[in-house]
């Protein structure tokens, strides 16, 4: 059976008509499928019978419901998915007052190697597809405001899937999300950026964690491939008329990249630039005796940042009691991605 979720407008209706079915009835379909979260096409309620029967004969809707959950004390929810490929992958959904955001995965596992990240550890499993993106979103209990890709995976190692995606996500006859409201994270593989940039209008995060290649390098090898210096010039060249955000996320380890070095290089390579940087608390993997940098060190960062003129953020830690770091709740239970 083939998968609607994942489709686009022109796709549907392309579909329809090899069916010899009137290709008017695209935007209903997508309609249940993005917005409602349909799981059969017996839920359809104004699209005639005879047409959701020749529809359910080879296609199905490929929304699926997560298969385990785990509520923090703080409110945020870890989902484990399933994928019909047997593609184990997360989603976090972090309640904000009137926000909400939900962080979805790009892939099950993924093969960037980060050493501070649980899943770069459980191995890689593979892509999931635009459709098994999208369902991160649409098959969750909540209403939600901001979509970021930042759960399992390196979205530019899946990018196809990913612009497919974010096209979804922002699109009138999909989730009809601001284009403000979604978020791709990248360590930076660079032509990635490049398309995320031509084609889409999503916000984007570099993941940094040192102004120092070579040490950024020993915590995120992709630096060797793909230096972090090409994704800030191509941010920095954008010419950003419709004020798309960029930030550079920094995970603060105490004594690794939280020195007094490291803030002046970083000052020296932001100042000026549009670009923000959110200082993030460090979660501990197993085996790891690094620790994250004391909430004063960090709002000191900060502080000397933003008295430089780049904008800056402490952001919270949320979900450490349900493992909300990626790749967590899949290694907790066991149910680590299929390695093919
Ligand atoms: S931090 Fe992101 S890119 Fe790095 S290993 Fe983890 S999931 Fe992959």
């Known amino acids: 059976m083939t998968t609607i979720a994942g489709s686009d407008l022109s796709d549907i209706e392309a579909l329809l008509g090899s069916l010899g079915v009137d290709a008017g009835y695209a935007r209903r379909l997508l309609y249940w499928i993005y917005r409602r979260g349909i799981k059969s096409f017996d839920e359809i309620n104004d699209i005639p019978a005879k047409v959701l029967h020749i529809l359910s004969e080879n296609y199905v809707t490929g929304l699926i419901s997560p298969v385990m959950s785990e509520v923090s004390v703080d409110g945020s929810i870890k989902y484990l998915f399933s994928g019909s490929r047997g593609l184990n992958h997360e989603t976090v959904w972090l309640p904000d007052g009137k926000r909400s955001t939900v962080c979805v995965s ?3 596992g993924c093969r960037m190697g980060c050493r501070f990240c649980a899943t770069g550890r459980n191995g890689w499993g593979g892509n999931l597809t635009a459709g098994e993106i999208v369902n991160q979103v649409v098959s969750l209990p909540h209403v939600v ?4 890709l ?3 995976g390196e979205p530019g190692d899946n990018i196809d899937e990913v612009l497919k995606a974010c096209r979804i996500f922002t699109a009138e006859w999909g989730l009809a999300a601001g284009r403000s409201k979604v978020t791709v994270s990248t360590v930076g593989v660079t032509p990635s950026v490049m398309r995320l ?11 940094l964690h040192s102004p120092f290649p070579e040490e950024r ?3 995120i090898p992709a630096e060797a491939r793909w230096p972090f210096a090409e994704t800030l010039d191509l941010l920095m060249r954008y010419e950003n008329r419709r004020k798309r955000r960029f930030t550079v996320a920094y995970v603060m380890i105490e004594g690794r990249n939280d020195t007094g ?14 670009i923000r940087v959110n200082l993030l608390p460090y979660h501990p993997v197993a085996g790891d005796d690094a620790r994250s940098s004391e909430n004063s060190v960090m709002m000191r960062f900060k502080h000397e940042l933003v008295t430089s003129g780049i904008s800056a953020s402490v952001r919270k830690s949320r979900g450490g009691d349900i493992y909300a770091a990626c790749g967590m709740l899949a290694a907790k239970t066991g149910k680590k991605p299929e390695i093919h």
């Open 106 to 108: 790009a892939q099950s």
């Open 145 to 148: 405001t901001h979509i970021v």
């Open 150 to 152: 930042m759960g399992m």
């Open 197 to 207: 940039l031509d084609e889409t209008e999503c916000n984007i995060t570099l993941s």
């Open 217 to 219: 390098r020993e915590v």
């Open 261 to 274: 070095r490291h803030l002046d290089e970083m000052k020296r390579l932001l100042s000026g630039t549009a």
